[in-house]
């Protein structure tokens, strides 16, 4: 479910590490009306999230390991167990968001917590930790805010570690085991895919899934006469307002569930860059996709988009999850990995 506006966002009841456009949302939100007291409560919480998650990392990496049930599947199910337990922790909170919002209400001249807040002095002493150094420097050195907002530089800092420590932005990269053209493809697109995700809060195991599949793994890709690359790794057609490069290829269309072949004009691109930059102005730019960036989760997104006929194959969004379950981490990756035994074979 994505964060609504007002308070109550972190709600143990409907809050999910696999709630990936939740963070876009709130992003979007903040961006718009930078010195919301509701906004930045929302952020500090989720701050207080991560600082929580951090703990329990820690906690883990000095527990002895089991040789027996120690494994790459038990770790990253692990992983997700302790995020979302961060999540349910930071709901009644340790203190610490209320020291940050205080610290942001000072910052705009408002040092008075609003009636009802009690900041006491664990939380004090939280918030003044060494394992909150991170924050401090992102602080410190942060660029400052874009011409034209009045975001404090304190509720940008939170926003630029909230955004590097999304699930799903840590964890894009190939499973364990994946061959290694999948390896490859996924080291080569993954930051790509992640800047397509801030243009258009198109998750990106999502938007990595279906460059993936359009061109097979980077295999069969769309080229010209004399086989150069196109650099369109998503299978965008060039429509009458399209004013860049075109090729035509030949490909399969569905009609009535009917498939067809036919000749079709495709956009083309000087970079994989510029084609990730295009998909992410088409989908986040259209009301017709708008959905998508709503969506819970990518497998939720990979059903949408196909809902708002980005294909023609009836099996496009299953054939999207099952590309998806080739990354590691994430509701898809989870998925598969729980069909695999401590070895890597079926259960």
Avoid: C
Wanted: aromatic share 6%; net charge neutral.
């Amino acid at each position: 479910m994505a964060i609504q506006s007002g308070t109550g966002a972190l709600d143990s009841a409907q809050s999910s590490i696999f709630d990936f456009g939740s963070l876009g949302a709130l992003k979007r939100d903040v961006s718009a009306n930078p010195n919301s007291a509701d906004k930045q409560a929302e952020v500090a919480k989720q701050f207080e999230a991560v600082y929580i998650q951090m703990m329990l990392k820690r906690m883990r990496e000095a527990t002895m390991k089991s040789g027996l049930f120690d494994s790459e599947q038990s770790r990253m199910m692990q992983s997700m167990s302790d995020e979302q337990l961060a999540l349910q922790l930071a709901t009644p909170g340790i203190g610490l968001a209320q020291s940050l919002l205080r610290q942001m209400r000072a910052q705009n001249g408002d040092p008075q917590p609003p009636a009802g807040t009690v900041v006491d002095d664990a939380a004090q002493a939280n918030a003044a930790d060494p394992a909150q150094g991170e924050m401090a420097m992102n602080m410190r050195y942060i660029a400052p805010p874009r011409a034209g907002t009045n975001m404090s530089p304190e509720l940008a800092a939170l926003l630029r570690v909230l955004d590097r420590n999304r699930p799903a932005d840590r964890a894009l990269a190939a499973a364990e085991g994946a061959p290694e053209h999948v390896v490859q493809f996924v080291s080569q697109m993954a930051s790509a895919a992640k800047a397509a995700e801030r243009m258009s809060g198109v998750p990106a195991r999502l938007i990595l899934g279906q460059a993936a599949l359009e061109s097979g793994w980077g295999k069969r890709e769309i080229r010209y006469e004399d086989g150069r690359t196109s650099y369109n790794l998503f299978g965008i057609k060039a429509n009458e307002g399209w004013k860049g490069k075109v090729v035509n290829v030949m490909t399969t269309e569905f009609e009535d569930g009917v498939p067809r072949k036919m000749m079709q004009p495709f956009r083309a691109y000087n970079s994989y860059a510029e084609s990730f930059a295009d998909y992410a102005r088409l989908i986040g730019g259209s009301p017709r996709y708008e959905a998508v960036a709503q969506a819970r989760d990518e497998v939720d997104a990979a059903r949408r988009i196909q809902a708002a006929g980005y294909a023609t194959d009836p099996r496009y969004a299953e054939k999207l999850i099952g590309i998806m379950g080739q990354f590691r981490g994430g509701r898809a990756g989870a998925s598969a990995a729980a069909r695999l035994g401590p070895d890597g074979g079926g259960i």
